[in-house]
């Protein structure tokens, strides 16, 4: 089993910044991608960014030139780095990793989610 735990969330005003870490552990054999999906109240889930293999990453555009997704491989940790935070912001952030583990069987596991809230 994979485990993740994510930090960094809480509440701040627009156009501050918040940072968000996710750290997995368990049994991990490789990660292929690292992600973070939001989910504000009455909204559905939504992919915010993701790192995959290679460096590469994607943001959905409401995001772009704001947010910043870093991955860091030897420590298994994923970040999303939130600048210029805007109220429309606010939402649960859940962490998302998919990779396989040493027995080659995929896994595709999720944080408990960390809360932010941006004030206008």
């Known amino acids: 089993q994979v485990q993740l735990v994510e930090s960094g969330g809480g509440e701040m005003q627009a156009g501050g910044s918040l940072r968000l870490s996710c750290v997995a552990s368990g049994t991990i054999f490789k990660i292929n991608s690292m992600a973070w999906h939001r989910q504000a109240p009455g909204n559905q889930r939504e992919l915010v960014a993701v790192?995959?293999?290679?460096?590469?990453?994607i943001y959905t555009d409401s995001v772009k030139d704001r947010f910043t997704i870093s991955r860091d491989n030897a420590k298994n940790t994923v970040y999303l780095q939130m600048n210029s935070l805007k109220p429309e912001d606010t939402a649960v952030y859940y962490c998302?990793?998919?990779?396989?583990?040493?027995?080659?069987?995929?896994?595709?596991?999720w944080g408990q989610g960390t809360q932010v809230t941006v004030s206008s």
């Open positions: 998302n990793v998919e990779g396989l583990s040493p027995s080659l069987t995929p896994f595709d596991s």
């Open positions: 790192a995959i293999i290679g460096s590469n990453t």
